[in-house]
């Protein structure tokens, strides 16, 4: 079945540093990709997403490009804040009921 | 923010006991989700919901049923509570689309512990 899977963290980072959280998945039809942002005792929150290869989603500074050749979804962000400090979750969605996620990477920034 | 409301937001009870958790959402969306969040699990599916009275299963449905009587409102019951089934919960909601391109929205969970 579909799956995805995502780098182990957690992720240490200084404050304006590069920012990659690899993100692969398996999917027999055309999903759609997304990733999600976890902060503390709150929900999930939608970042990005792309619905078709090559397209390039982003928000507040973060990236993710859909690439069906590599079956990658990797997110990005040239430099990180502290504010950024979450848990991160990519997740496909190829039928309208069935969202899959990956197990979520931590990534905490430090000033 | 989407309005969804999940209650309660915590709760602590026993093993064997029934428990049932509320989402209400104001969105008119048609499709409706019970996750569960574990450790190392990221998000699982249980239940969901496409419409009043229409349900079906999840991933990991076993031990837990779900009803819709109104549009806004999704009800996960465990019949009879196990330590296994600690854990935090999560409603979501998705508009009506024929695509899969509509991304979900999330309320803020419910801590569930059983002793």
């Known amino acids: 079945g579909d799956s995805v899977t995502q780098m182990e963290g957690p992720v240490t980072l200084s404050e304006e540093a590069f920012l990659t959280i690899n993100c692969t998945y398996t999917a027999t039809g055309y999903p759609s990709l997304f990733w999600y942002v976890q902060y503390p005792g709150e929900g999930l929150q939608l970042l990005l997403k792309a619905t078709k290869a090559d397209d390039k989603g982003s928000n507040k500074g973060f990236e993710a490009t859909y690439r069906k050749e590599t079956t990658s979804f990797h997110l990005e962000k040239g430099s990180v804040q502290v504010s950024d400090s979450a848990v991160y979750f990519c997740?496909?969605?190829?039928?309208?009921?069935?969202?899959?996620f990956g197990a979520g990477t931590r990534l905490t920034v430090k000033p | 923010d989407a309005g969804i409301t999940q209650s309660p937001r915590h709760k602590v009870t026993e093993t064997g006991t029934p428990v049932t958790l509320r989402c209400h959402q104001t969105?008119?969306?048609?499709?409706m989700y019970w996750y569960r969040q574990d450790p190392g699990h990221g998000l699982r599916l249980i239940h969901y919901s496409y419409g009043v009275k229409d349900t079906d299963k999840g991933e990991v449905s076993d031990g837990y049923s779900v009803s819709r009587s109104k549009t806004e409102d999704f009800l996960l019951t465990l019949e009879s509570a196990t330590s296994s089934q600690t854990s935090v919960y999560f409603c979501?909601?998705?508009?009506?689309?024929?695509?899969?391109?509509?991304?979900?929205?999330f309320g803020d969970g419910t801590r569930l512990s059983i002793l």
């Open positions: 979501a909601i998705s508009e009506s689309s024929l695509d899969s391109n509509q991304p979900q929205h």
């Open positions: 997740a496909l969605r190829d039928r309208i009921w069935d969202m899959r």
């Open positions: 969105e008119n969306h048609r499709y």
